[in-house]
């Protein structure tokens, strides 16, 4: 059975930022992603489009009924005759129905009706593409947010530095060299926050770009329950629910039925027939003898037996065929794709916990590294730029942290995706229920009449990002407590030398 994965609003698997209690969730934004991303939209419509590929070979098994009419006026003859008819009017009705096509329309529903299917795990497939990227978005902005924070605190804590290296220079207590490795320290870590906040800027607009709304406070994202224990098993769940596979393989089969239509093309076709004439020649005829209005009728059957048509159904078979392979291939290609996915994604998400677990190991031994240096500085045993050492030291551990916690929770995601546990029905989204392509293909599978009830206009459904503000680094959230590192007060000695 498959389980159903879902987003559980608990302890998160990623200790971010502290969330305000109007933050949004993780679940807040894939829903307004399934809602108003234009990727779905348009995969959603171009199902809709397949779903009529079934009443249109369907209505090659149906009756066609056609009318023709015409009015002529001779307006110049060369010689005066009683037979002749100056003026008439002919209409003519013919009826058709097919009644053997030699397997073409059975074998072409069955065709449209595999795409069908086709294009709904395509459907599947694209919400999962578009969840995964709104998760990486989503979690880029808690990553790059947290890295402003840490970047801010270390050029605070620099900034504490210069200052305390300046005033002890001012007397005597340092050189000239340590204030200048303080300023070129700071300067470097400024550098280094406006890259983070561009990173920042760039990644809430990517949120903008497939959420469809500015990034706010955002919450730490849930667990993410129903994980395989190894990747043998999932590539095992992937290789039975992947939606892409799923696809791929529908398509396998259609291209089968296509190879029938073609096939059918060589034998004889039966049909019946009617046909009604009616022809009016306003009394132009002076012959009595000869009516000037009157009706035919003729009814029968007819068959068409193809006895050559230039090579036509051999090629037109030959080419089912080779595109039968092509979908064939293009199975194989999904195939290995999907053990891939699952593989390097489950590679990247075990090791990604075990970077999260070394980087906070880093982290405390640096920041007992740092007190420890720091408290040897006062005393004279270390340097200005060892003490800026371990401070830079300490921010790349952090940095490192934040950064295996993104990484962990998106491929963790995207092992999910490729075992096909990574929908709209597997997550549990609210706002609405959830858009059923059944709805359609119930609607119109079986409709026949040519004036029928038809579709008003198609309109946008996905929202425009047009009139969103330009993203700002800003950041109000809290640091989690976590990555918080005090400041250095300055005071004692940084020279490393003893004190007089």
Request: charged residues 20%.
């Amino acid at each position: 059975m498959r389980g159903k994965v879902k987003l559980l609003l608990a302890v998160a698997l990623v200790p971010g930022l502290a969330a305000p209690a109007a933050a949004e969730s993780l679940r807040e934004a894939l829903a307004a992603a399934y809602r108003t991303n234009p990727t779905i939209e348009a995969q959603r419509a171009n199902v809709r489009a397949l779903d009529e590929n079934v009443p249109i070979q369907r209505s090659n098994a149906l009756p066609n009924v056609q009318l023709q009419s015409n009015y002529a006026e001779l307006l110049i003859q060369s010689n005066n005759s009683f037979v002749v008819p100056t003026r008439v009017f002919q209409s003519q009705g013919q009826v058709n129905y097919p009644v053997y096509s030699g397997g073409s329309v059975k074998n072409g529903v069955k065709a449209a009706e595999e795409r069908v299917l086709a294009g709904r795990a395509t459907l599947r497939n694209t919400e999962a593409n578009v969840f995964t990227n709104a998760v990486a978005a989503y979690m880029d902005v808690i990553r790059d947010s947290a890295i402003v924070q840490l970047n801010q605190q270390n050029v605070r804590v620099l900034e504490v530095n210069l200052q305390a290296s300046r005033d002890r220079f001012q007397v005597g207590d340092l050189t000239r060299t340590d204030v200048a490795q303080s300023e070129a320290r700071l300067a470097l870590a400024r550098s280094q926050l406006q890259q983070a906040e561009a990173r920042l800027i760039s990644s809430r607009e990517t949120y903008v770009q497939i959420v469809g709304h500015p990034a706010g406070d955002l919450e730490p994202p849930p667990p993410l329950p129903g994980l395989p224990a190894g990747p043998d098993q999932a590539v095992s769940v992937a290789l039975s629910d992947n939606p892409a596979l799923l696809a791929a393989r529908k398509t396998v089969d259609a291209s089968k039925y296509d190879v029938r239509v073609a096939r059918a093309g060589r034998l004889p076709t039966v049909s019946l027939f009617n046909q009604s004439g009616y022809f009016n020649y306003f009394g132009s005829i002076g012959s009595p003898q000869i009516p000037n209005a009157g009706f035919n009728v003729q009814a029968g059957v007819g068959i068409n037996i193809p006895i050559y048509q230039g090579g036509q159904p051999a090629a037109r078979i030959r080419q089912a065929q080779a595109r039968q392979g092509v979908a064939q291939e293009q199975l194989t290609e999904s195939e290995r794709a999907v053990v891939q996915q699952a593989r390097s994604a489950y590679a990247v998400y075990r090791s990604s916990l075990e970077v999260i677990e070394s980087a906070r190991a880093a982290q405390e031994a640096n920041k007992l590294s740092l007190e420890g240096v720091r408290a040897e500085n006062s005393v004279g045993n270390r340097t200005v730029i060892e003490v800026l050492n371990a401070e830079q030291e300490l921010l790349n551990s952090q940095v490192t942290l934040v950064t295996a916690q993104r990484d962990a929770y998106v491929a963790g995601f995207a092992v999910l995706a490729a075992m096909g546990h990574a929908e709209a029905k597997d997550l549990g989204l609210e706002g609405g229920p959830l858009y059923d392509p059944e709805i359609h293909y119930r609607k119109v599978r079986n409709r026949f009449l040519d004036w029928g009830e038809g579709l008003p206009s198609p309109k946008p459904v996905a929202t425009s990002t047009a009139n969103t503000p330009a993203q700002t680094s800003d950041v109000v959230k809290p640091l989690d407590p976590a990555f918080m590192n005090p400041i250095d007060s300055g005071s004692g000695n940084t020279s490393g030398t003893k004190p007089q």
